[in-house]
């Protein structure tokens, strides 16, 4: 017995990007303007899609220069979570590094075990987590203020005349 085929479909071939950084570039490209992140105004306040794209490329350029940080790195994060936080977690990934988010309710042994264990290149951290966590990094790693780091991109931006 005679059964047709059924008729070929021909669907548009979805390319799954290759990271999380790559999902919110692409919302990015979508959403540009909309929030991505809506915080108080204490915390950074709210980014837009368009924002934080452009501060995690700006950040991961920052890390790269200088040889601060290359592909395959692991790149550290002590601080609490705000908008920078996460510019730096998408600019790290960015980069083709490997970020390792440490929560600030480890004690100082717990953190110490951890960049042992992930062999940070780097340790971003805020000025409270450095206070908190004083001999946790000196030997270990290279630790870099996230506040003070994202300012000195910023910065230097400025002083290439490279500022959005």
Known sequence: MYQPKPPIIRAPVQVHPA???????GAAHRFGDRPAIEMTEASGGSLTYR?????ATRFAAWLAS???VGRGDRVA???????????AYLGILRLGAVAVPLDVAYSADQVRTVLADCTARVLLTSRQAMSSYPLVHRRAVKP???????ALVESELERRGLDR
């Open 19 to 25: 990271n999380f950084y790559d999902r919110i570039a």
């Open 144 to 150: 870099l203020s996230l506040a003070d780091s994202h």
């Open 66 to 68: 200088e040889g601060r």
């Open 77 to 87: 994060i002590l601080a609490a979570n705000d908008g920078r936080w996460v510019a």
């Open 51 to 55: 924002d934080l794209v452009s501060t």
